[in-house]
């Protein structure tokens, strides 16, 4: 599987052990950056994984951060990503079984070596099988409905 790897400064020493456990798994690594410890702002990085994922460039991306949250939130903002948070091995393996994300994101301050790698080894060895498909085709439907409003205005609709 060719992964995309991506980090801000805050992550750039645990993105280049990942990435090295990545490779040494078998898989082949695009590396999107940051590429030294010099300060850099994560959604243009978060972005740029996102653009290498829904081009098929990569089959899936891990972003890192220092909460992972930032890069989370920034790659959603991608049309048609989902990425997902992840802490610990099951929210690694339910991003995949149950959300189909094409990215997962780590808090290099929240989430040790050890464990960064065994939720990488989780979410990579984790297959999407229709698990929440219904759910998964409601937010896909959510997104197509906002961002066709976004040349109109702000959606009126509301949850309820």
């Known amino acids: 599987m060719r992964i995309?790897?991506?980090?801000d400064h805050n992550a750039f020493d645990l993105k280049e052990k990942v990435k090295k456990f990545i490779e040494d798994s078998g898989h082949e690594v695009e590396d999107y950056g940051c590429y030294v410890k010099d300060a850099v702002d994560y959604p243009d990085v978060a972005l740029k994984v996102a653009e290498g994922v829904s081009n098929k460039i990569?089959?899936?991306?891990?972003?890192?951060?220092g909460t992972g949250i930032g890069m989370s939130i920034a790659a959603n903002k991608y049309p048609g990503i989902r990425a997902a948070q992840t802490h610990d091995v099951y929210s690694a393996e339910?991003?995949?079984?149950s959300n189909d994300a094409q990215i997962i994101t780590i808090g290099s301050q929240v989430v040790g070596e050890e464990l960064a790698k065994k939720v990488v080894s989780a979410y990579l060895n984790s297959?999407?099988?229709?698990?929440?498909?219904?759910?998964v085709d409601k937010i896909v439907e959510i997104e197509k409905e906002?961002?066709?409003e976004l040349g109109k205005g702000v959606s009126s609709k509301t949850c309820g």
């Open 4 to 7: 995309g790897i991506g980090c």
């Open 58 to 65: 990569v089959e899936r991306g891990i972003l890192l951060c």
């Open 94 to 97: 339910r991003a995949q079984l």
């Open 127 to 135: 297959e999407w099988v229709g698990g929440s498909q219904r759910k």
């Open 146 to 148: 906002f961002f066709t």
